[in-house]
């Protein structure tokens, strides 16, 4: 399995924006980069995928460098609803998914 | 529309039962996967259903096994249960084989006792 690196915690005030940073020096030229979260309680939900460019969606941007080993999950204005658990994913084979330990982002009233 | 359903939400057994597991994806999905989620930790990736076969497996014992239906529903089974499989199984569904988004049920916690 395709191994990724987060930092196990980080802090963020409300409103404000959020990198969360992603290490996967070992991705090959096929591995999409996945990102889903997961609140307590509940199964993870999607937030965003690529490949090689830039992506943006409704509820995050994704950023991946240039030589793909690194990636930054941005929050534009963080939520109190944005407390959770992120996973940074690489899927090589299918919608076959190797979660780490992720990242437990807290959002500071 | 439904989510992803899964069935029952909470269930207890004895070691060296047998349990099923059951799954049903969005409609219209014909991708079911399933994942183990001990306490503290990432979900683990058990297997990958498509169109009814076997499309992928992790690294877990034969104990566990998993099928899918025509209707694209699905059952994990797990053998002679222990202890260490006490944990949150969930099941994500998704339209196409690979890379496509998945959709997470919201799990069935199972207790070994």
């Known amino acids: 399995d395709a191994k990724t690196t987060q930092p196990n915690s980080m802090e963020s005030n409300e409103e404000e924006p959020v990198h969360l940073p992603c290490n996967h020096s070992?991705?090959?030229?096929?591995?999409?980069i996945h990102w889903y979260r997961q609140l307590p309680s509940q199964g993870p939900e999607y937030v965003i995928h690529g490949l090689t460019s830039n992506v943006n969606n409704r509820m995050a941007s994704l950023a991946i460098a240039e030589d793909r080993k690194s990636s930054t999950l941005i929050l534009h204005r963080a939520t109190l609803r944005d407390a959770a658990v992120y996973y940074c994913i690489l899927q090589h084979t299918g919608n076959q998914f190797y979660f780490g330990t992720g990242t437990s982002l807290t959002v500071i009233p | 529309d439904a989510g992803v359903t899964q069935s029952p939400t909470h269930l207890i057994k004895t070691r060296g039962q047998h349990v099923t597991l059951r799954c049903s994806p969005i409609?219209?999905?014909?991708?079911v996967s399933w994942y183990q989620q001990v306490l503290g930790q990432g979900p683990q990736f058990i297997f990958q259903?498509?169109?009814?076969?076997?499309?992928g497996r992790g690294n877990f014992p034969d104990r566990f096994s998993a099928r899918q239906f025509p209707n694209y529903s699905s059952e994990l089974n797990v053998n002679a249960l222990l202890l260490g499989d006490s944990a949150l199984y969930l099941c994500a569904s998704s339209s196409g084989v690979s890379n496509t988004e998945a959709f997470f049920g919201q799990g069935t916690r199972l207790t070994v006792v």
């Open positions: 259903y498509y169109e009814k076969e076997e499309r």
């Open positions: 409609s219209g999905h014909k991708s």
């Open positions: 070992t991705i090959s030229g096929t591995d999409y």
